[in-house]
């Protein structure tokens, strides 16, 4: 049977996740490193956790996930890719090439946002770059994936940006996102978490926007997104698989 939508659920013991610093889902597990600088590799339906490899992430900064692999970029500006079912990695640029402020996936792709120039950049699966457009996204206060679109925040307000032309536009009204907190892209949708605990969908075609659910996850200290599902990881070192 499946979840109704803000249902949810606890993924494996509580305090399990308390020393996890950064997690995405990739090839449709969860990837998360720890304090230690271990990347894990946990399935959401088996429960079932394992090391993807021996390497240590420790400097990581961001954490990207698509299809296939988990990209991490290093505080030192390199950016590597590993293979989330074999635990392959391999270096896909120069050091301090990725000067970035922000950085999420876009599909198979990733966007940073250079923390200088405040311009977007694309890079694709070979490690290409390519700049998007010559708008300031300096000002950037939230960024979020999609699948075809990004998704960011500034002077609360919501913008979206098409990474192929790079056409960027308004969603929702003037000051719409003042209070979020946090908050995620998937499928194209944006999901915010605001100061009052209540998990918002917002339709980036229409604007609109829907009470996912109404217990309090104010605490969230780490939230990202599936590819139908939201998770949350709070102070008490649980995590929890939100239905949409």
Known sequence: MENNRGEFRQIRSTGEWTNTVLAVVAAGKIISIDKLGDMHVTDPVTEECRLINNEKYTHSQFLFGTSEYVYNIDKNGTLF????????????????????????????????????????????????????NDFD??????????TNFFFSI?????????????????????????????????????????????????????????KVIDHSFLDTRLMFAGNTKLYAILPTGCLYEISI
């Open 137 to 146: 996204y300096s000002k950037t206060k939230f960024l979020f994936g999609g």
């Open 81 to 132: 890719a590993t293979n989330v079912n074999d635990g392959s990695r391999k270096q896909l640029s120069e050091f301090a090439n990725y000067n970035s402020a922000f950085g999420v996936s876009c599909g198979e792709n990733i966007i940073t946002i250079g923390g200088k120039s405040g311009r977007p950049f694309l890079t694709n699966p070979n490690g290409e770059v390519t700049k998007i």
């Open 154 to 210: 500034e002077n609360n307000n919501l913008y979206s940006t098409n990474p192929v032309n790079g056409d960027c536009k308004k969603i929702g009204g003037d000051g719409a996102f003042a209070n979020t907190k946090t908050g995620v892209g998937m499928n194209d949708k944006v999901y915010t978490l605001e100061t009052t605990g209540v998990i918002w969908e917002t339709d980036t075609e229409t604007g609109q926007y829907t």
